[in-house]
């Protein structure tokens, strides 16, 4: 047999094995799904960066969702888009938080093998990655967490250990009981409206210099301390301290919601950052070598707060 022969039976052969794997996804993985959700898509383009943290606050288009309201119906949503035998793994904590909070889960993609999972409530088969496209994903597997209102507010780009379901459960049910109030701005109103250092800081997760900002040596002044983008209290002066590092500190917040707390490993080392939970503004970091008693020491900017004095003076 000649070398030519070879060739071509070795391509027929492929060829063929492609169709018959072809034909047993078609027969075992076409039933499993719903027709394709056309109706669920944003408002306009919402772009997911391919180098993005896994968990950031979703800056790209905080519009609400135009469409899709028979998919969240006053519910927080979490959207995972994946790939063929992909699946994201939960722990049974997990799951069963998903279910608590009432968290409506939808899982898009194309041909999903093992699409089973008990906190799946929907599952949209995107056979000509129309979803997808119309979401601009370009890495799988991406998942998204959508507020009650329809805005994106976490996603996650790329692989998703039990840790990170866990860690994204956790926050959808941190939203599921957010409130009402909460304070959505496109980045390009956020920029017209704040004063460029303070933009810097709380929208683009910026750090001022120590021994710069206007409040790191504040001690002493009786008031309260505000979010700088939204006017939320955050912590009372009486929590302040000299920490020695340059930057205005605080041993505890004004109370435990005004806060949020996320994983931060931009830097290389994980850190925990803090955001405003009225409006997701970065406000700084928190570690675990602060004074009794509470053992914290919240490390804020000064860009990111504004000082109300007690008696308005």
Request: aromatic share 8%; with cysteine; proline share 5%.
């Amino acid at each position: 047999m000649s070398k030519v022969t070879r060739r071509w039976l070795a391509s027929v052969s492929a060829m063929a094995a492609c169709v018959v794997l072809a034909v047993v996804i078609f027969l075992f993985g076409a039933g499993r799904f719903e027709r394709p959700l056309s109706t669920f898509a944003a408002s306009r383009p919402v772009i997911l960066a391919d180098a993005a943290p896994k968990v950031k606050l979703a800056v790209a288009d905080s519009t609400p969702l135009q469409s899709g309201s028979e998919f969240l119906d006053g519910h927080v949503g979490l959207v995972e888009f994946l790939g063929a035998g992909q699946t994201v793994q939960r722990s049974a904590s997990s799951v069963s938080a998903l279910q608590k909070a009432n968290v409506r889960v939808l899982c898009v993609g194309h041909n999903l093998i093992n699409a089973t999972s008990a906190a799946w409530i929907g599952v949209v088969d995107d056979p000509d990655g129309s979803v997808v496209r119309e979401w601009k994903v370009t890495v799988v597997p991406t998942v998204v967490l959508l507020d009650k209102e329809g805005r994106m507010r976490y996603r996650w780009t790329g692989a998703i250990s039990a840790s990170d379901a866990d860690l994204m459960t956790a926050l959808a049910a941190k939203l599921s009981v957010e409130r009402p109030d909460y304070v959505a701005k496109t980045d390009a109103e956020w920029r017209k409206t704040l004063p460029e250092e303070t933009y810097y800081v709380t929208r683009q997760a910026g750090t001022e210099q120590p021994f710069t900002g206007k409040y790191w040596n504040y001690e002493g002044h009786k008031g309260l301390y505000v979010c700088a983008d939204c006017g939320q209290p955050l912590f009372r002066s009486e929590t302040m301290f000299d920490s020695g590092t340059g930057w205005p500190s605080f041993y505890q917040p004004i109370s435990s919601g005004a806060v949020l707390e996320r994983e931060d490993d931009s830097l290389g080392t994980p850190r925990t950052e803090v955001v405003c939970s009225r409006c997701g503004a970065h406000l700084g970091h928190v570690f675990n070598d602060g004074p009794q008693p509470t053992g914290l020491r919240f490390c804020m900017n000064s860009a990111a707060l504004k000082f109300l004095p007690d008696g308005g003076k």
